[in-house]
């Protein structure tokens, strides 16, 4: 069942309900920096960061990053930050969603959370790096897209052998910007 939001939203947190499961979405605070982590491990095929990373992501970062929260429990993650050298622009990182949550709009949600956010009010794009074969994330970023009203392009941007030493597949940089500009093509 897709969830519906409550009319219940102060500043750092958002609730939302699908059927009788309430979903809490927050910044997230150091101390959950280890079930990121740990979400992060079960949610194939995401790379693995240090939990070291993760506690200074959920600090540093926090004002980006979204944790959605089910009995308790962290079951959603988005990290992402303001590139420095272009503050118009919104870079995620990486998003999660436990097994447990999925296919309930969870993901689309907790960016929606994100870019509504007052540290994003200068924000007219997002950028993330997708590989080709992950499908459910061309989904997510493709579903944000129409959502906010902007044009989606892609092309290779960290590349197996230059970047990763033959290590781990290209990654495709995709920019989502400028935010309602085809809403304002089509008026
Ligand atoms: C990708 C992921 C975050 C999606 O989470 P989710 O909460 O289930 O996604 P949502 O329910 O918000 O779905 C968003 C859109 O993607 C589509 N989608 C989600 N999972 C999909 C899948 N496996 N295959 C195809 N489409 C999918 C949904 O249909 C929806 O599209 P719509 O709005 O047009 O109907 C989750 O599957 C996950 O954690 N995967 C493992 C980690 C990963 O690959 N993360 C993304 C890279 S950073």
């Keep these: 069942m897709r969830p519906q939001i409550l009319r219940h939203i102060s500043g750092r947190t958002s609730t939302v309900q699908a059927s009788n499961d309430v979903l809490t979405m927050r910044t997230p605070t150091p101390e959950d920096g280890h079930q990121v982590w740990q979400l992060i ?15 200074l992501q959920c600090d540093h970062f926090a004002e980006t990053c979204v944790v959605a929260e089910k009995d308790g429990e962290v ?4 990290s992402a930050y303001i590139v420095p050298s272009d503050p118009d622009t919104l870079f995620v990182w990486q998003v999660a969603v436990s097994d447990k949550a999925r296919g309930m709009g969870v993901a689309k949600k907790m960016l929606h959370e994100l870019v509504s956010r007052d540290c994003c009010k200068d924000v007219t794009g997002l950028k993330t790096t997708i590989t080709k074969d992950n499908e459910a994330s061309w989904a997510l970023f493709n579903a944000f897209a129409d959502r906010m009203d902007a044009p989606l392009d892609s092309d290779a941007h960290y590349v197996r052998d230059d970047h990763f030493d033959g290590r781990h597949a290209t990654e495709h940089m995709v920019t989502i910007a400028p935010f309602g500009a ?3 093509a089509a008026a």
């Design 75 to 78: 079951v959603g993650w988005v």
């Design 182 to 184: 085809r809403k304002s």
């Design 41 to 55: 491990r079960d949610c194939e095929p995401l790379d693995r960061n240090s939990m070291y990373c993760n506690v």
